[in-house]
């Protein structure tokens, strides 16, 4: 079993910035790439960026790129994401996942997910 805990989501003005992290615990020793995704009030979930834990393979939406960054700590087994330059559009429950195999895009290949952290953009 992996366990995964976001931290970082709150309320932030459109322009600011916020830092999501998500700690995996337990067996991470085959977990090959993790990924955020969102999903807001009424609408299905969706990608917003994802990578190897090792480097190399990293995705973003259109929505977010050149605004969002993931990076990952091994050493300290944490996946954050960096956004920048919010958006009212970006309020959404953020989520993080773990999957075995290479990284993907599709909710549906993560094996493993946080409760999620709220994010919202509001003035």
């Known amino acids: 079993q992996v366990q995964l805990v976001e931290s970082g989501g709150g309320l932030v003005v459109p322009g600011g910035s916020l830092r999501l992290s998500c700690a995996a615990n337990?067996?991470?020793?085959?977990?090959?790439?993790l990924g955020w995704f969102r999903q807001a009030p009424g609408k299905e979930r969706e990608f917003v960026a994802a990578?190897?834990?090792?480097?190399?393979?990293?995705y973003y939406a259109d929505s977010v790129k050149g605004r969002f960054t993931i990076s990952a700590d091994v050493a300290k087994n944490t996946v954050n994401l960096q956004m920048n330059s919010l958006k009212p559009e970006d309020t959404a429950l953020y989520f993080c996942?773990?999957?075995?195999?290479?990284?993907?895009?599709?909710?549906?290949?993560?094996?493993?997910w946080g409760q999620g952290t709220q994010v919202t953009v509001s003035s």
């Open positions: 996942a773990a999957r075995f195999r290479m990284v993907s895009k599709a909710s549906g290949d993560y094996n493993y």
């Open positions: 337990g067996n991470i020793f085959n977990i090959n790439a």
């Open positions: 990578r190897a834990w090792g480097g190399g393979g990293i």
